[in-house]
């Protein structure tokens, strides 16, 4: 397999009109900071300028937005060449690497992160697509089946459900669940190819709304047999850093995503929060409604999408893109340039999804002079 993929990538390095040539200044800001010439995303807020298999992820969702598939090969070769010894056909990508207390560059976690694993698995699916690179969608099917096999449990009460990680996150009679971990755009992308992520797609809706009573999205939950949701052992209701990209997911879903009118009504709280502050909250109790800070710049960004699809949210919309031009993220801040691209990116119509999850990029759009 490792042969066939540096066979596929020399071969789909010929193709459409690059990004540096079609243009979305953004992506290309961040490749050329924040990616480095082999195709490693960095994340220099970090004393190991550690690698992440999500900030791969990102990047080849962004790169194939941007239809920039000479990075899209790199970041796909790093990506197999380091976090999945050779083959990612048949090991998923170790969740961080870095440089360890010896001063070693190497693989520091070798557990998996679900969530990137399904954006690798989304984007190659993809790429095979809109590319028309079977070798692609084989590589991305194969990435996707080996997340369910590491990663979905069924859990008693609930069903199908993904776990974070294939280790570390379930014990005797409960599970520790990331509802950020699951874009409805994806699971629908996924139901295409088999009725096992449907159900998983069901059950993630219910998440969504049992696990949000306030309509307030916890960065974590808990799952216990004969008792349901219940607070995380760890964060307890906190909503923030990781919480804030189920907004930015829901926000993207296509008007007409099945479950897309409950999950937005349901969410609405958020929605009034941030109208009454003038700004999207740090933090917030997700029992209580209790709000901590002004959030960073990037989740800003990633609230574009649930405001310009909000009635009466034209004047919260135009504060935070108003707050976007007036304060930038940093050039090297990873996670809000991240959410910049993703929010901002739609908000500015270089991409959306249909309502079965697939990516329609604006490709024409993008390289008009």
């Avoid at 010439?37 to 962004?62: A, K, W």
């Avoid at 009679?173 to 509802?179: A, Q």
């Avoid at 906190?238 to 804030?244: K, L, M, Q």
């Amino acid at each position: 397999m490792k042969v066939f993929l540096a066979l596929l990538l020399t071969l789909s390095v010929v193709g459409p009109v690059s990004a540096a040539q079609c243009g979305w200044p953004a992506w290309d800001s961040y490749r050329q900071v924040l990616v480095s010439p082999d195709g490693r995303v960095v994340d220099p807020s970090t004393e190991q300028r550690i690698t992440t298999s999500e900030g791969q992820s990102y990047g080849l969702f962004f790169a194939l937005v941007a239809n920039d598939r000479a990075s899209f090969d790199r970041l796909l070769r790093w990506t197999q060449d380091n976090l999945a010894g050779g083959d990612l056909s048949r090991r998923l990508p170790a969740w961080q690497w870095g440089r360890d207390r010896e001063g070693r560059w190497q693989v520091l976690d070798a557990n998996n992160a679900s969530d990137a694993d399904l954006w690798i698995a989304y984007s190659l699916l993809e790429a095979g697509r809109l590319w028309r690179q079977p070798g692609y969608e084989k590589l991305g099917l194969n990435i996707l089946w080996l997340s369910a096999a590491q990663s979905v449990r069924k859990l008693p009460g609930l069903g199908l459900m993904l776990l974070p990680g294939g280790q570390g996150f379930e014990s005797v009679d409960s599970w520790r669940l990331n509802p950020s971990y699951l874009p409805p755009q994806l699971l629908a992308r996924f139901a295409q190819v088999a009725p096992v992520w449907s159900e998983l797609a069901d059950n993630s809706q219910r998440l969504l709304m049992e696990g949000s009573p306030l309509g307030l999205a916890p960065d974590w939950l808990l799952w216990r047999t004969g008792q349901g949701w219940a607070a995380d052992s760890v964060t307890g209701s906190r909503g923030s850093y990781d919480a804030i990209r189920v907004y930015l997911w829901l926000g993207m879903l296509a008007e007409q995503a099945p479950g897309r009118r409950e999950l937005l009504e349901h969410f609405q709280p958020m929605l009034a929060l941030i109208t009454r502050l003038g700004a999207v909250p740090e933090m917030l109790d997700t029992r209580t409604g209790a709000d901590t800070g002004k959030g960073p710049v990037g989740f800003s960004a990633a609230l574009l999408p649930l405001l310009a699809n909000a009635p009466g949210g034209a004047e919260a919309l135009a504060g935070q893109r108003e707050r976007l031009r007036q304060e930038p993220p940093a050039p090297d801040a990873y996670y809000n340039r991240s959410l910049l691209l993703f929010g901002q990116g739609w908000d500015e119509r270089k991409y959306r999804f249909d309502k079965n999850g697939r990516l329609l990029p604006n490709w024409a759009g993008a390289c008009k002079k």
